[in-house]
């Protein structure tokens, strides 16, 4: 059993003092920090958040510890029963899967900042919270007073809790599950909407999987005064950040119902279906999978398909954010490098930022269309029998509640024996090559009665010179390049400042200037690393970036069926 206080007595220093009484049974014990946390498949490196971290026996005596790797201890207990390390825990950092502090609130993810003990992780736990007698708790957690109760660590680590005197609750049924809502920071939350929208997709996924892994749910919505979009999965709960506050409610809200949907779609995939190298997860270190277009793929498809069954999003709206993976695909030039395997195998080495310009792929936008292209083949093998929810409602019954973890072999087997025909060619192809995707998802659409098309980018710097930039203040930062393009040949670098056009200073009109100017090529002058360079951008009888599409089609009476049983809800 470990007993864990955490206190906050200076909250504007930002330091949560945590205490952990740990009961020993050898003479030597490993203390670990974990390394990493749920939800994001990279190293975190907690470790160094923590201050003052010190051992003392049941005398109060100091106890000998060595620090033998970067977030794990050796203690020398000798013939002590039980020790208390203590130490004091930085929480800045505001997001989804953080721990922060101020005067407002403490919220915490115990993944982030709680000890355990190496080959203990099975042994029950504690948190006593010492915080004022106003702040309320909002935990998935069993609650008593000012203690929570954790069965084991991996409980513990995916139990996210926030405690603040100005949290917004409401609640709703859906079957035996009550879910929770619970918004933290300044919005005016429209409860009827939100209700009754939560209500529908929900009802619709917990249909497919006939049941919910808890009898209880926690949506935990940390609302900022700045553009923020950020969500993370635990067991029996999500964290989710938005922002700003005045737009939540407003245009930002089918992004709060994205992700909200994602997000419980994960409550069966990934914390239950699980990778067979994630079960149980191991937080010392790296538990490489190739599997992310399972994890993240398959959830950010689903996660959007169930908003438009549920009712709660319409077909354009659908279409909308199925276009978006689209584009993000054909706009990724590593499509032609690394595969979603691979890149899902270096999620560890540089799966959150860009890298490499061209390097990788994303685990979430391939993962989805290749899910889209897969639920397609299901339903046309299985002359529309079955579909990928009927995969995934396998996966759970026949591997999560068997306690075991899905292996690739796994997947693969279930996919093809439902669809009564081999799933393995697009996998050589699609899943671990780098065959273009347009045959693939052009064939899929046309079983759907959806034309997918793709037109130049009538945007100049993206269609005629074949680069894309944000603003920045009165200039531009140049994010992506098209190969071969006027950009690239002229020597445009990425992060380069563009800061005129023939001369004429952008002052955040860089397309009116690229435009204005009828001339056989382009001057650029950009701002790179504290240097001033003029580039020439050819103009050339060809066009670059293209937006893409998707649009119905005259559909015969064959295709029409097909159509109906895909959209069916």
């Known amino acids: 059993m470990i007993q864990y206080t955490f206190s906050i007595a200076h909250p504007e220093q930002q330091y949560i003092s945590i205490s952990a009484e740990i009961d020993c049974s050898q003479e030597t014990e490993i203390i670990q920090l974990p390394s990493w946390r749920p939800g994001r498949y990279e190293l975190a490196n907690f470790a160094k958040n923590i201050k003052n971290f010190k051992i003392f026996n049941e005398q109060n005596q100091p106890v000998a510890f060595s620090k033998i790797t970067k977030d794990s201890w050796k203690v020398e207990c000798g013939s002590s029963k039980k020790i208390t390390v203590s130490y004091l825990y930085y929480a800045s950092e505001l997001n989804a899967g953080s721990t922060y502090l101020d005067k407002d609130q403490l919220y915490v993810n115990p993944v982030n900042c709680c000890i355990y003990l190496v080959e203990k992780e099975n042994e029950a736990s504690k948190i006593h919270l010492e915080i004022p007698d106003h702040y309320e708790i909002a935990c998935a957690l069993p609650t008593d007073g000012r203690t929570m109760t954790a069965e084991n660590f991996d409980q513990l680590a995916d139990s996210p809790f926030i405690c603040s005197p100005s949290l917004q609750y409401n609640e709703y049924q859906v079957k035996d599950t009550t879910f929770k809502l619970w918004f933290q920071g300044e919005v005016k939350v429209d409860w009827d909407r939100i209700i009754k929208d939560f209500s529908a997709f929900t009802s619709k996924q917990l249909m497919k999987f006939g049941i919910f892994p808890a009898e209880e749910y926690h949506f935990f919505f940390q609302i900022v005064p700045y553009k923020a979009y950020h969500g993370v999965e635990h067991l029996t709960s999500t964290v989710i950040l938005l922002g700003p506050s005045y737009e939540v409610f407003e245009d930002f809200y089918k992004e709060l119902l994205g992700v909200s949907s994602h997000e419980l779609y994960h409550a069966w995939n990934v914390k239950a279906i699980r990778p067979i190298e994630m079960f149980p997860y191991d937080f010392t270190k790296e538990n490489y999978s190739r599997m992310g277009y399972l994890c993240e793929g398959v959830t950010t498809y689903m996660g959007d398909?169930?908003?438009?069954?549920?009712?709660?999003?319409?077909?354009?709206?659908?279409?909308?954010?199925?276009?978006?993976?689209?584009?993000?695909?054909?706009?990724?030039?590593?499509?032609?490098?690394?595969?979603?395997?691979?890149?899902?195998?270096?999620?560890?080495?540089?799966?959150?930022?860009?890298?490499?310009?061209?390097?990788?792929?994303?685990?979430?936008?391939?993962?989805?269309?290749?899910?889209?292209?897969?639920?397609?083949?299901?339903?046309?093998?299985?002359?529309?029998?079955?579909?990928?929810?009927?995969?995934?409602?396998?996966?759970?019954?026949?591997?999560?509640?068997?306690?075991?973890?899905?292996?690739?072999?796994?997947?693969?087997?279930?996919?093809?024996?439902?669809?009564?025909?081999?799933?393995?060619?697009?996998?050589?192809?699609?899943?671990?090559?780098?065959?273009?995707?347009?045959?693939?998802?052009?064939?899929s659409f046309d079983y759907l009665g959806l034309e997918m098309t793709q037109t130049p980018s009538t945007t100049y710097s993206h269609g005629r010179l074949g680069f894309k930039s944000i603003p920045q203040a009165q200039n531009f930062i140049v994010k992506a390049i098209f190969p071969g393009s006027p950009a690239e040949l002229g020597g445009m670098m990425l992060e380069d400042e563009i800061i005129a056009v023939n001369k004429y200073t952008c002052n955040g009109e860089l397309e009116k200037w690229l435009t204005y100017f009828d001339l056989d090529a382009k001057r650029i002058t950009v701002l790179r690393k504290g240097t001033l360079v003029e580039l020439l951008l050819p103009e050339v009888d060809r066009k670059f970036y293209s937006v893409y599409d998707i649009q119905k089609i005259e559909k015969p009476i064959e295709i029409q069926e097909n159509a109906f049983v895909f959209w069916s809800k």
């Open 305 to 443: 398909l169930f908003l438009y069954k549920s009712g709660v999003f319409n077909f354009p709206q659908y279409v909308n954010e199925l276009k978006a993976q689209l584009q993000k695909h054909f706009d990724n030039f590593g499509r032609f490098n690394y595969s979603v395997t691979d890149s899902s195998f270096d999620t560890w080495l540089d799966g959150y930022v860009p890298g490499a310009p061209n390097r990788k792929v994303s685990i979430y936008t391939e993962g989805c269309l290749l899910a889209f292209a897969t639920d397609v083949f299901i339903i046309k093998h299985s002359k529309g029998r079955y579909k990928l929810d009927d995969v995934m409602r396998t996966l759970y019954d026949d591997f999560y509640l068997q306690g075991k973890g899905v292996s690739e072999a796994d997947y693969k087997s279930v996919i093809s024996k439902i669809a009564g025909e081999s799933i393995e060619p697009m996998f050589e192809e699609f899943y671990h090559g780098h065959a273009p995707f347009e045959s693939l998802l052009t064939k």
